[in-house]
């Protein structure tokens, strides 16, 4: 699919191509019980990536949405990101609106009686993240499409 964004910024007009594709996948094959050697191997579906954008980018594409510059995008991200280490830290749910929520969790191995616990136990804690409403109807209405693997050919000298 293709979609063209008219973009007013500062008196000027840009207009934006997204073209939408889907997101690929891979057959891989695997265990089906995982930690069993002898278990039969089957075949899953697993995301294949179709590269990487940086935060330059994201910024650049944040500010022709808007009438900050990609600098100004960039500081406030940079901020962000400090004061939710901040917030995360002293065990606060971060809500960024629609967008999602960050939060810490912790987990640890665990004992018959809680007067054996101590942090030793601990595992190295994650932070999750929940997605707002626009993100999860991204899972909805995502499509996606088996990728072939490329077959590279070698050029290899014949024998004399």
Do not use: W
């Amino acid at each position: 699919m293709l979609y063209i964004c008219i973009v007013f910024n500062s008196g000027h007009i840009n207009l934006l191509n997204f073209i939408i594709m889907s997101q690929g996948f891979k057959l891989v094959q695997r265990s089906s019980k995982p930690g069993e050697q002898d278990a039969e191997k089957k075949y899953y579906a697993m995301a294949k990536s179709n590269g990487t954008s940086s935060l330059k980018h994201l910024c650049k594409l944040i500010a022709a949405r808007s009438t900050v510059s990609s600098a100004d995008v960039k500081a406030v991200l940079d901020n962000l990101n400090f004061v939710m280490d901040l917030e995360l830290q002293e065990g606060r749910i971060v809500q960024l609106g629609e967008f999602g929520n960050f939060r810490l969790s912790v987990s640890s191995d665990g004992v018959t009686d809680q007067k054996d616990f101590d942090n030793s136990l601990l595992r190295k804690p994650k932070i999750v993240f929940t997605p707002g409403s626009e993100l999860r109807e991204t899972k909805k209405t995502t499509e996606f499409t088996k990728v072939t693997p490329e077959v590279v050919e070698c050029n290899r000298p014949h024998a004399v």
